[in-house]
């Protein structure tokens, strides 16, 4: 049976495959569809999130009106199966879908294979919808030699969150700035296992995309990298040693119980019920947890990410949408792309939902808007500095072979690094120690670079 996840029940739940047939309405920014023989019918495949569940609820109002040819089938899947799902059918030609959810990570090699078509000539056929308001790092990451290849539908970075009460309560203080130690002994500080209570919520759940996106940056502030610039792995180095201990240790000793099994919609679950005191992740969180009717919002607080030899060590991501090449429907497809990341949406939303709970991390006119900035006031200002304090060519201390701050920015890495994550994830659930754990990827990583014609031998 399909999970169908309100934002307005402040639950996130979602991870089950859901599919919804949705027709779509007003307030569109390109004009009718000109087909004229019948309906079409669009399907779009999404992550399951709160953002992306909202726009299948806003949609009958939001497009449809405008364009009465058009229907749009939403298909939404856990993070693992949307882009297992996507890329077999991209892959093999199979315009199963029109409108494809991806990734920065995706850009290079789905250009280059032409599983994708490029979408700089759409965005500028349509003078409203404003390419050059993109945010610059969220823009660059969905080009490719300078073409736009996905066009945002939000954009973050990663920020330490935490409840404020609970802050009070145990008379602990976030540093401005703080450091991963620091995270520690606040965690240590705040966990109470006798209430049901967490000191921290991290990912734990197997996936590339999923606790490797949080262990990467600590493993970059902590000085340590997957690969030198001659493709040489560094899994077992005492710097990435050091920081995956740090993290499996974090979450055993003071994280909450079944890590293992967590990502982002669990952890956003366990922080609105008040079941963890922080919780270090994505900056697109703030937008429900923050925003009425989250059962927490008001006593949010954030910080930017934990820090420890570099300056800053948030990552850079977007969930974003493209045209698959295969669609038999590209301008359906396409004008449904541009409503559903426009101006026009971002307004849309915040008149149905609140200014708070909008999209964020996209475009600099919402970041200008006094009233985006005075209902987000507690993170609007930090996720816009994060977002443009990344550096996605060396975020640690050593230079690295290919840009990526929680990958490694080539294709074989959805593969590596899905083994990486299950040893990962074993070490969390104690099934391994984590050197045993880094030595297995150690073999995993350098494999696979070897076996692609990437170690140059240095």
Same mark, same amino acid.
């Given at each position: ?8 029940? +402040? ?83 199979? +315009? ?99 209430? +049901? ?9 197997? !996936? ?15 000085? !340590? ?63 429900? /947890? ?32 493209? /045209? ?113 754990? /880094? ?20």
């Amino acid at each position: 049976m399909p999970i169908r996840l309100s934002r307005r029940s +402040g639950m996130a739940l979602l991870g089950v495959v859901s599919a919804s047939s949705l027709a779509l309405s007003a307030c569109g920014s390109s004009g009718s569809s000109s087909t004229s023989s019948g309906p079409v019918t669009i399907t779009v495949a999404v992550v399951a999130n709160p953002l992306m569940t909202t726009i299948e609820q806003l949609t009958p109002g939001g497009f449809e009106k405008s364009h009465p040819n058009i229907k749009v089938k939403f298909v939404t899947y856990d993070e693992n199966t949307e882009r297992a799902n996507v890329e077999k059918d991209v892959a093999a030609g199979g +315009g199963q879908y029109d409108v494809l959810m991806i990734g920065p990570n995706d850009i290079g090699a789905w250009s280059k294979n032409k599983w994708i078509d490029p979408l700089t000539s759409y965005a500028n056929s349509d003078p409203s919808y404003a390419v050059s308001d993109i945010l610059k790092p969220i823009r660059d990451a969905l080009s490719s030699n300078g073409t736009l290849y996905a066009v945002p539908f939000y954009g973050e970075s990663s920020f330490m969150m935490y409840n404020k009460q609970m802050f009070q309560a145990a008379h602990v203080t976030m540093p401005a700035n703080p450091t991963w130690t620091q995270i520690a002994t606040l965690a240590a500080k705040l966990n109470n296992p006798s209430k +049901g209570v967490a000191g921290i919520c991290l990912r734990g759940k197997t !996936g590339w995309g999923e606790n490797l996106a949080a262990l990467d940056t600590v493993v970059n502030t902590f000085g !340590g990298q997957w690969f030198d610039t001659h493709w040489n792995a560094h899994l077992t180095s005492p710097a990435f040693e050091q920081a995956t201990n740090f993290y499996v240790n974090l979450v055993r000793k003071y994280g909450e119980k079944g890590a293992g099994n967590d990502s982002f919609n669990e952890c956003l679950n366990i922080m609105q019920q008040k079941r963890a005191a922080m919780w270090y992740d994505a900056t697109v969180a703030a937008s429900t /947890l923050d925003a009425k009717p989250s059962p927490i919002a008001g006593n949010m607080g954030f910080a930017p990410a934990p820090v420890m030899k570099t300056q800053s060590s948030g990552w850079l991501w977007s969930w974003a949408l493209a /045209l698959e090449s295969a669609s038999k429907n590209k301008s359906a497809a396409w004008k449904f792309m541009d409503w559903a990341t426009s101006k026009q949406y971002i307004a849309y939303d915040a008149a149905k939902n609140g200014w708070a709970s909008v999209p964020p991390g996209t475009r600099t006119s919402t970041y200008q808007n006094p009233k985006y900035l005075a209902a987000a006031k507690d993170f609007a200002p930090l996720t816009l500095k994060v977002l443009n304090s990344v550096n996605v060519k060396q975020p640690g201390i050593a230079p690295q072979p290919v840009p990526g701050i929680q990958y490694v920015g080539i294709p074989q890495f959805e593969s590596f690094g899905q083994q990486v994550s299950a040893e990962i994830t074993a070490a969390i659930d104690g099934q391994e120690s984590v050197a045993t754990a /880094l030595s297995k990827s150690q073999q995993i990583a350098q494999q696979a670079v070897t076996s692609a014609g990437l170690k140059t031998g240095g």
